[in-house]
Antibody
Framework: QLQLQESGPGLVKPSETLSLTCTVA??????????WGWVRQAPGKGPEWIGS???????????YYSPSLRSRLTISVDASRNQFSLRLNSVTAADTAVYYC???????????????WGQGTLVTVSS | QSVLTQPPSVSAAPGQKVTISCSGG????????VSWYQHLPGTAPKILIR???ERLSGIPDRFSGSRSGTSATLVITGLQTGDEADYYC???????????FGGGTKLTVL
């Protein structure tokens, strides 16, 4: 059974970098048929897609970023550890949200329709 | 402002039917499949419908989806109190190269 688990600091200071890792159990990320995604949900707001990644080779990944976050965002895969990560630079209070990792319900090219989600981790941006 | 437009709230009595609309454009709903999610506080969103109308495994047939042109609709029949939640539509936007979601609709079962 596929399981996803987010990990990382729950509190980040303004202007610093938010870093989260998603550990995948029950499927291999190496040369995966799936995109693996990050979605966040700010308090009282709807989901917001952050980006998605698919590992297609030892050093090759296909990555899509949200246009609104692209300038501050890096998503990467460590297939050997079955993990993928996000780094969001120069955070502000507007980045406070529950961050989820998730996998779509079908193989590529499907990049949305997320049917497997991590439990989510609350990240608060505050000094 | 969300790319996809949903009514902020809908309500109906137990046993009744509700319809939740999701309006978009040619670059999103008009050309890409729509998914519907149910979100309860403190939990991850749960996908109900994919590819406009396909129910995911384990989702009751009380939930149904459809798409016409640049709009999609989620219909819930035989409402139960446990259906009270926020509902979101989502799809890919080919022009924005972005996964987009609606602003959400809060369902109240009176």
């Amino acid at each position: 059974q596929l399981q996803l688990q987010e990990s990382g600091p729950g509190l980040v200071k303004p202007s610093e970098t938010l870093s989260l890792t998603c550990t995948v159990a029950g499927d291999s990320m190496s040369r995966s048929s799936y995109y693996w995604g990050w979605v966040r949900q700010a308090p009282g707001k709807g989901p917001e897609w952050i980006g998605s990644v698919r590992n297609i080779g030892v050093t090759d990944d296909i990555i899509y970023y949200s246009p609104s976050l692209r300038s501050r965002l890096t998503i990467s895969v460590d297939a050997s550890r079955n993990q993928f990560s996000l780094r969001l630079n120069s955070v502000t209070a507007a980045d406070t949200a529950v961050y989820y990792c998730a996998r779509p319900s079908g193989a590529y090219p499907l990049i949305h329709s997320f049917d497997v989600w991590g439990q989510g981790t609350l990240v608060t941006v505050s000094s | 402002q969300s790319v996809l437009t949903q009514p902020p709230s809908v309500s109906a009595a137990p046993g009744q039917k509700v319809t939740i609309s999701c309006s978009g454009g040619t670059s999103n709903i008009g050309t890409n499949f729509v998914s519907w999610y149910q979100h309860l506080p403190g939990t991850a969103p749960k996908i109900l419908i994919r590819d406009n109308s396909e129910r995911l495994s384990g989702i009751p047939d009380r939930f149904s989806g459809s798409r016409s042109g640049t709009s999609a609709t989620l219909v819930i029949t035989g409402l139960q109190t446990g259906d009270e939640a926020d509902y979101y539509c989502g799809t890919w936007d080919s022009s924005l190269t972005d996964v987009v979601f609606g602003g959400g609709t809060k369902l109240t079962v009176l």
